[in-house]
């Protein structure tokens, strides 16, 4: 049973356009959500994150949206850029800062310069 | 700072052997977790500890053990592996402040013939 689902393989733009990835859970008692990037035979690396209390968080080119009554979140970067093409991971977890941390598939994003 | 070491990088294991996954973290986190990278399944959630002394299940346990004596390791167990093993392994580390995300190692490539 996939709790948190990115149903986007992958996913191409052009540089200087907007990259919108998806994110859906099931689980109505998760309550923090993350984004993570990850370069081929790297670890994943931290991007953003968004508690349930808030519907929106920026930082930079980076933004994540939570709509909680479509138990739906996505990341948007702008505007993208060639060093943003990695694999994209939502994770999430319930109950605040438990440390069970849920991930999806990944999106993989492609950056065309 | 070293961040999140784990090691071996690379490992090839027959049916049946047992090893031991090493994960070692200088940040003075509390919070450690190990995952399994496979294709289309994303990041899956093995075990996790809150603290010294603390540890509990994630999503895939099954042929696996932990245990985290001190802070700065949390090595994983593989009694008798088979090849449904065969995977990328990540390590992960956090403070358990809120809105602080995980820092991950490289990971250890894992395969099981």
């Known amino acids: 049973d996939q709790q948190v689902k990115q149903n986007s393989p992958s996913l191409s733009v052009q540089e200087g356009r907007i990259s919108i990835l998806n994110c859906d859970y099931t689980?109505?008692?998760?309550?923090?959500f993350l984004w993570y990037k990850k370069y081929p035979a790297e670890g994943p690396t931290f991007l953003i994150s968004?508690?349930?209390?808030?519907d929106k968080n920026e930082d930079g080119r980076f933004t994540v949206f939570l709509n909680k009554s479509a138990k739906h979140l996505s990341l948007h970067i702008v505007p993208s850029q060639p060093g943003d093409s990695a694999v994209y991971f939502c994770?999430?977890?319930?109950?605040?800062?438990?440390?069970?941390?849920?991930f999806g598939q990944g999106t993989t994003l492609q950056v065309k310069p | 700072n070293a961040g999140v070491t784990q090691t071996p990088k690379f490992q090839v294991l027959k049916t049946g052997q047992s090893m031991t996954l090493q994960c070692a973290q200088d940040?003075?986190?509390?919070?450690m977790s190990w995952y399994r990278q496979d294709p289309g399944m994303g990041l899956r959630l093995i075990h996790y500890?809150?603290?010294?002394?603390?540890?509990d299940q994630g999503e895939v346990p099954n042929g696996y053990n932990v245990s985290r004596s001190t802070t700065e390791d949390f090595p994983l167990r593989l009694l008798s592996a088979a090849p449904s093993q065969t995977s990328v392994y990540f390590c992960?580390?956090?403070?358990?402040?809120?809105?602080?995300?995980?820092?991950f190692g490289s990971g250890t490539r894992l395969t099981v013939v």
């Open positions: 994770a999430a977890s319930a109950g605040g800062n438990t440390g069970k941390l849920i």
């Open positions: 689980n109505s008692m998760f309550d923090y």
């Open positions: 968004i508690s349930s209390i808030k």
């Open positions: 940040m003075n986190h509390e919070y």
């Open positions: 500890s809150v603290g010294a002394g603390i540890t």
């Open positions: 992960a580390s956090q403070s358990g402040a809120a809105n602080y995300g995980y820092t």
